[in-house]
């Protein structure tokens, strides 16, 4: 049975007393359950979310991390030391981190290889630009963006993935895809990773849609039979609202 997971990406959001306020909050209010609940807080507020976190149900990941193991390249962050903090799960490939950081496939493939080398497990992010959908040729964009990062992967490798559908319209602007659309896309994928790693890989994978998932439309969207949890932005910055949406399971 694959995993379902709802993980909240926290962006640059919360400094470290809003941190402690808002983990305090999921605490409280976060049920047991078998959803997978994980939070990715900045990296400054890593450890300390995780001894918080330690004895909960929620787990502590990472926004992003360096492909190197250590050397020269101010302000960044490696597998090992993401890892020395408690942390095993890292996002890669964010949408945010391909506009605004020029993260590019074959950069990504080599963070994924690092990760995976240090036994990090990974939320891989994808996902077409509004002019992709546009012309019809989101399925191409998704499946490229796949083939780059991750077809050089071994079937071992794909225990530690998680993937995160992300169209870029859909991101933080309020317009999310019909249930319809992400279930669509998200039974190409699957279908993608079973042609190229084989049909148990594929369905053991978790495949999670993000953008403007609320608590008002989680439900419809985790009811679709390939999606399997959500990568929350917005709303996983208030307990209220990403409870909410866990138990929209
Ligand atoms: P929003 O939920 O704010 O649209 O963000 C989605 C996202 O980018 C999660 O990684």
Known sequence: MRRKIVAGNWKMNNDLSET??????????????????MVAPTFVNLFQAFNMLKGHNIEVIAQNMHQEAKGAYT???????????GVHTVILGHSERRAYFGETDELLAKKVDAALANDLQIVFCFGEELEDRKSENHFNVV???????????????????????EPVWAIGTGETASPKQAQEMHAFIRKTISEKFGSDTATELSILYGGSVKPANATEIFAKEDVDGGLIGGAALKAADFTAIINAF
């Open 20 to 37: 402690e306020a808002l983990l305090n909050d999921l605490i409280a209010h976060v049920p047991e359950t078998d959803v997978n609940v």
């Open 75 to 85: 302000g960044e962050i490696s597998a090992n030391m993401l890892k020395s903090v």
């Open 143 to 165: 499946e490229s963006q796949l083939k780059n990062a991750l077809f050089h992967l071994a079937v071992a490798d794909w225990k530690n993935i998680i993937l995160a559908y």
